[in-house]
């Protein structure tokens, strides 16, 4: 059973341009979140999907940034225009279905976004 | 809103030997979830330890065991017996018990373990 896989491991952009980072939750498992880490910092939450449905974006920049779980595929993250600021590490983490908020959350390994 | 302070960005200890790592969290719920999560340089989030708001006994797990002061918003992580491979950056994390996976993480305690 494989874990919760993030890809690209590490991304490059220049400033303007588009990041799409992607996540295939654990098998089984359809709850995703999105967390962001900026150095020397811990994890802050971004959103939360199910299943065609985003059911918490409160951590979310209100410009920019966006998210999707379709029925079929990974997670997306996109990230439009990236600025500098953007530049840090995107974990995903996944649950099961029977999640009542009570049970571990299993993460990715990130991907880092370089922002030039 | 939660916080999760942890005061110590650094922590070192001899091998074989114990540590604490200090965690302090603000909140008005009574019902959640405290959690330590490693990241090795490998950046994986790894659980290590799970306590739930409403027991009042302390988890442990193999040499790593936690002090939870619920009164207090306290909760410790102490490592015993400390081994090489538990060099990492330590996490303390905070989850209301209806918030299913959204949690409040520390900004971190960066762990050497001297040979």
């Known amino acids: 059973n494989a874990g919760v896989m993030q890809n690209p491991r590490h991304l490059v952009r220049r400033r303007g341009q588009e990041a799409r980072l992607r996540c295939s939750p654990m098998?089984?498992?359809?709850?995703v979140y999105w967390y962001r880490q900026l150095p020397e910092e811990g994890l802050k939450f971004m959103v939360y999907l199910q299943k065609e449905n985003i059911i918490d974006e409160s951590g979310m920049p209100k410009e920019r940034f966006s998210a999707e779980f379709p029925k079929e595929g990974p997670s997306i993250l996109r990230i439009q225009q990236v600025v500098r600021g953007d530049s840090a590490a995107y974990f995903c983490?996944?649950?099961?279905?029977?999640?009542?908020?009570?049970?571990?959350?299993?993460f990715g390994s990130g991907t880092q976004l370089s922002v030039l | 809103a939660q916080t999760v302070t942890q005061s110590q960005p650094e922590m070192s200890v001899q091998e074989a030997e114990t540590v604490t790592l200090s965690c302090t969290y603000d909140t008005s719920e009574s019902d959640y979830y405290l959690f330590w999560y490693k990241q090795p340089p490998s950046r994986q989030m790894i659980l290590v330890i799970r306590q739930e708001a409403y027991k009042q006994q302390n988890a442990t797990e193999n040499r790593f065991s936690v002090n939870f002061q619920k009164a207090a918003k306290s909760f410790s992580l102490k490592i015993s017996d400390s081994q090489l491979g538990d060099a990492a950056m330590y996490f303390c994390?905070?989850?209301?018990?209806?918030?299913?996976?959204?949690?409040?993480f520390g900004d971190g305690t960066t762990l050497t373990v001297k040979p």
């Open positions: 098998k089984g498992h359809s709850h």
């Open positions: 983490a996944s649950s099961p279905p029977d999640d009542r908020g009570n049970e571990k959350l299993f």
């Open positions: 994390a905070y989850r209301r018990n209806t918030n299913a996976g959204k949690s409040t």
